[in-house]
């Protein structure tokens, strides 16, 4: 049974940073793709940052050069550190882990970034 649980949202003004945690259990994010998806009210779900088994990393063009994905093989757990953040980020964010026989997404964490 995979299990993916975020943490790390809260509220902070703009120009703050927050730090997203991803911890999985059931499967080793170590040799898969994992990523982070954001919600926004009254909006689908739209692509923030992968992470693939290998370490690569990809990024929206929304959020590159304020957001770094990341990845802690000992403690399970995938990161996204948030700098400079901007009331257009406030949203839910949602981890996601691929492993063949689909995609598994956590319950997601809120950020809401005050102007």
């Known amino acids: 049974q995979v299990q993916l649980v975020e943490s790390g949202g809260g509220l902070v003004q703009a120009g703050g940073s927050l730090r997203l945690s991803c911890a999985a259990s059931?499967?080793?994010?170590?040799?898969?793709?994992t990523a982070w998806y954001r919600q926004a009210p009254g909006k689908e779900r739209e692509f923030v940052a992968v992470i693939t088994w290998s370490g690569g990393t990809n990024y929206a063009d929304s959020v590159k050069g304020r957001v770094t994905i990341s990845r802690d093989n000992a403690k399970n757990t995938v990161y996204l550190q948030m700098n400079s953040l901007k009331p257009e980020d406030t949203a839910i964010y949602y981890c996601?882990?691929?492993?063949?026989?689909?995609?598994?997404w956590g319950q997601g964490t809120q950020v809401t970034v005050s102007s």
């Open positions: 059931g499967r080793s994010v170590s040799s898969r793709v």
């Open positions: 996601s882990l691929v492993v063949v026989s689909g995609t598994y």
